[in-house]
């Protein structure tokens, strides 16, 4: 038998293509201060403040009572898949069958396992930045090269399909949309997205819509791209609960795509989590065909926050923000900042807020961007202004 020597190689080369999310270590970092007494005002949460709406509690109570607690075929019941695909249907004019939708451990289990089935090594993912922390890295874990698409905050971040056009290359296999936008809160327009639809189409690139905050739009009607239904064949809609109905950690999400598509997500499913929770199934079905009052509610209380936060933003000198059009986060610039104090990045800018000013926040680097930092809303306004004025107060005191 060999020898093991110091030098001989213990991990797989993949994971050394991707790092700790982002806004996960400072949620890590952000919990060690609270442990230690820190009286934090948190605005890194990607999460919503309501809690979880009762009948969707109540499915879950009663699906643990009617001892609804065994192994479930991998894609999820069908009755969830049915959920999941009339609610769909009945918002966005898609058509979908049951055999075309697979319910998830999550919204990033949806998207890790479409990118794993479809992305092969050297293949170009086209990814408008800033980007949600995540799909940078899950591109790299498949071996893909991410071609990063840098948008103008003049524009408000806007995507464009004349920019995505100018992107591709015979190398392309796939762009990525998330719309509204984690962190910038930008929206693709509908004729922008009807485009892009179109041209992967045509190209045969696949289009992965991320839909996590379709229904927190604030520009306009929500659209789905899901809606061009001639698009189906390369198209994959990746969905999630837990924004629209406050279900963060019940962990439950979803794609619709093509039959040989969710075949395959299907497939590498049974070989990693098999079904998701089965009581979360139950909750999810309460959720997408139960009423949607909670949404539309959901949806008035984030716009209202944003307004609310906008304003106290702009009262801090030298920070600019653009006005988000949905999702719940702002961007606010901070280069004006940047150098005094020996504060040279977003980076350490957080790291100091944090730690001086007791505030949580996610730094632009996170997100492909050098001068920002994300500031999460879905808090009290007692806490956007405690908040705000701690941000306010350490940034005026750097010299």
């Known amino acids: 038998m060999m020898p093991v020597t110091a030098s001989a190689k213990i991990f797989a080369d993949r994971i050394g293509r991707i790092e700790v999310s982002a806004t996960m270590a400072?949620?890590?970092?952000?919990?060690?201060?609270?442990?230690?007494?820190a009286n934090l005002v948190d605005f890194g949460a990607g999460e919503p403040h309501f809690n979880t709406p009762r009948h969707i509690k109540d499915a879950a109570i009663a699906?643990?009572?009617?001892?609804?607690?065994?192994?479930?075929?991998?894609?999820?019941?069908?009755?969830?898949?049915?959920?999941?695909v009339e609610r769909h249907a009945a918002d966005f004019g898609s058509d979908y069958t049951i055999d075309e939708a697979i319910f998830t451990t999550g919204g990033k289990h949806?998207?890790?396992?479409?990118?794993?089935?479809?992305?092969?090594?050297?293949?170009?993912?086209?990814?408008?930045?800033?980007?949600?922390?995540?799909?940078?890295?899950?591109?790299?874990?498949a071996g893909g090269k991410v071609v990063y698409l840098e948008t103008d905050e003049a524009e408000g971040f806007r995507i464009t399909a004349d920019a995505i056009e100018?992107?591709?290359?015979?190398?392309?296999?796939?762009?990525?949309?998330?719309?509204?936008?984690?962190?910038a809160g930008s929206v693709v327009s509908a004729e922008d997205l009807e485009r892009i639809v179109r041209l992967?189409?045509?190209?045969?690139?696949?289009?992965?819509?991320?839909?996590?905050?379709?229904?927190?739009?604030?520009?306009d009607k929500p659209v789905s791209g899901g809606s061009f239904t001639w698009a189906k064949e390369h198209m994959v809609i990746l969905g999630s609960l837990s924004k629209t109905y406050a279900m963060t950690g019940w962990?439950?999400?979803?794609?619709?795509?093509?039959?040989?598509?969710?075949?395959?997500?299907s497939k590498l499913q049974s070989q990693s989590t098999s079904n998701a929770t089965s009581i979360v199934q139950k909750a999810a079905i309460a959720?997408?065909?139960?009423?949607?009052?909670?949404?539309?509610e959901f949806r008035a209380e984030f716009i209202?926050?944003?307004?609310?936060?906008?304003?106290?933003?702009?009262?801090?000198?030298?920070?600019?923000?653009?006005?988000?059009?949905?999702?719940?986060?702002?961007?606010?610039?901070?280069?004006?900042?940047?150098?005094?104090?020996?504060?040279?990045t977003a980076t350490e800018m957080a790291t100091r807020l944090l730690h001086e000013a007791h505030v949580v926040t996610v730094p632009g680097e996170a997100f492909g961007t050098g001068e920002h930092i994300r500031i999460s809303y879905p808090v009290t306004k007692q806490n956007i202004d405690e908040g705000t004025r701690r941000i306010g107060e350490f940034l005026t005191s750097l010299k």
């Not at 100018?166 to 962190?183: D, E, G, V, Y």
């Not at 962990?251 to 997500?265: C, D, I, Q, Y």
């Not at 959720?287 to 539309?296: F, R």
């Not at 009262?315 to 504060?343: D, Q, W």
Request: with cysteine.
């Open 251 to 265: 962990r439950a999400g979803f794609a619709l795509a093509s039959k040989k598509v969710t075949a395959n997500l």
């Open 166 to 183: 100018r992107a591709i290359t015979p190398r392309t296999k796939a762009i990525i949309l998330n719309s509204p936008s984690n962190p």
């Open 200 to 219: 992967a189409h045509e190209r045969g690139i696949f289009l992965l819509l991320d839909e996590c905050y379709v229904y927190l739009n604030y520009a």
């Open 110 to 141: 949806a998207l890790f396992d479409t990118i794993q089935i479809l992305v092969d090594h050297g293949d170009e993912v086209i990814l408008p930045v800033p980007y949600w922390v995540s799909f940078k890295d899950i591109v790299q874990y």
């Open 287 to 296: 959720a997408l065909a139960g009423s949607q009052e909670c949404v539309t």
């Open 63 to 84: 699906a643990v009572e009617a001892n609804f607690t065994r192994y479930t075929v991998v894609p999820g019941i069908p009755d969830v898949r049915k959920a999941i």
């Open 304 to 344: 209202d926050l944003r307004d609310y936060m906008l304003a106290a933003l702009a009262k801090i000198p030298g920070i600019t923000c653009t006005r988000p059009e949905g999702a719940f986060y702002v961007y606010p610039n901070i280069s004006a900042y940047l150098g005094k104090t020996g504060i040279k």
């Open 26 to 37: 400072v949620a890590a970092e952000a919990a060690k201060l609270r442990a230690q007494g």
